[in-house]
């Protein structure tokens, strides 16, 4: 299993209310834009994915909120791949502060569509990319 970096960012003002707390719709923007980071660091940009037919829609959703981020905090998301399947894979996501508390914890699970938003597998039509993912799934399951 290959590692990956974890995901940086700073919390932004304009995504927090009146207390300077996170709202929770904000969480989704997060742990998409530590998706994007993942696939990139293993070679996978989104782009280049949809520029081959290949669209990954967000099938399941699910957040664990622990402690709230605040307005100028920086966090790092830990994004592993727990599951893979010819049609889907699921991620587990860490979001934690600089010092290693663990704040958040989520999962998402996606499907491999088509442009025609039709169910594809992604193992028949791109093995390779299929073989490059599988490098990266951790053996815990969700």
Partial sequence: MKTLKPYRRKINYYETDQMQVVHHSNYARYLEEARLDLMEQAGLPYDKLEELGIIIPVLELHDYYTYALHFGDTVEIYSHIVRLTPVRFSLRYEIKNL???LLHTAETSHGFVGTDFRPMSLKKKYPEIYENLQQYVEDEPL
């Fill in 99 to 101: 010092e290693g508390q």
